[in-house]
């Protein structure tokens, strides 16, 4: 079974920072990894995913993520935040073909204004 | 964008008490999924669907049942719930399992007395 851990439960950066959120999975075969964020008191929002080919993913409001098989990583980044930008953002895993999306425990992102 | 309807967007109830959570999505998603969130734990499955008349066990099934209606519709059951049940609730659907993109709902808010 697959595994997601994000090591940050919280990280502090200032607007027009940049930022890069830490996730790491476990599982030996092929794997989906996507990123979603999650503003307070709202359901989670889809922000990008890997699955195969280019390790650099974009995705929306200029996150992008890479994967890196060596590392077991997937971590997300942002050249400039912007305060809107605060929120959880949960890394999230699959197997190839799998029905159970495995989520981590999430990363707080507070952006200073 | 899809839409995932859930209903109530917050209930409390006693220990042994009775309660359903509604679930709705509108894009004829044939996946849809029952999360719990709590602190420390990010998201966890609880139960998930594939279609009318399917259940599936997710990793924190106990305490929980669930039904799905229609297509559209899939409840979480407490017949007797428990203060371990206090927790925020997300239903989502996705078009072909988890290696597609997961639509949340709001959430429900949860609280056993």
């Known amino acids: 079974t697959q595994t997601v851990s994000q090591s940050d439960a919280h990280v502090t950066v200032f607007e027009g920072d940049s930022v890069e959120l830490r996730c790491n999975y476990s599982?030996?075969?092929?794997?989906?990894l996507s990123w979603y964020i999650q503003h307070h008191g709202r359901g989670l929002q889809f922000l990008l995913k890997?699955?195969?080919?280019?390790?650099v993913v974009q995705g929306v409001n200029g996150f992008e993520a890479e994967f890196s098989k060596s590392d077991s990583s997937f971590h997300l980044r942002k050249a400039s935040v912007h305060w809107s930008d605060s929120a959880v953002y949960f890394c999230?895993?699959?197997?190839?073909?799998?029905?159970?999306?495995?989520f981590g425990t999430g990363t707080s992102l507070l952006v200073d204004p | 964008e899809a839409a995932v309807t859930q209903s109530p967007r917050n209930k409390v109830t006693v220990t042994g008490g009775n309660v359903t959570l509604s679930c709705r999505q509108t894009?004829?998603?044939?996946?849809m999924y029952w999360y719990r969130q709590d602190t420390g734990h990010g998201l966890r499955l609880i139960h998930y669907?594939?279609?009318?008349?399917?259940?599936q066990i997710g990793d924190v099934p106990d305490g929980y049942k669930a039904t799905r209606t229609t297509q559209e519709d899939f409840f979480l059951l407490l017949e007797l719930a428990s203060p371990s049940q206090t927790s925020l609730y997300f239903c989502?659907?996705?078009?072909?399992?988890?290696?597609?993109?997961?639509?949340f709902g709001h959430g429900t808010k949860l609280s056993v007395l």
């Open positions: 669907s594939y279609g009318a008349g399917n259940l």
């Open positions: 894009n004829s998603h044939n996946y």
């Open positions: 599982y030996g075969g092929s794997i989906y």
């Open positions: 989502a659907s996705s078009e072909a399992g988890a290696n597609e993109r997961l639509f």
């Open positions: 999230a895993a699959s197997i190839t073909m799998g029905y159970k999306l495995t």
């Open positions: 890997y699955y195969s080919g280019n390790p």
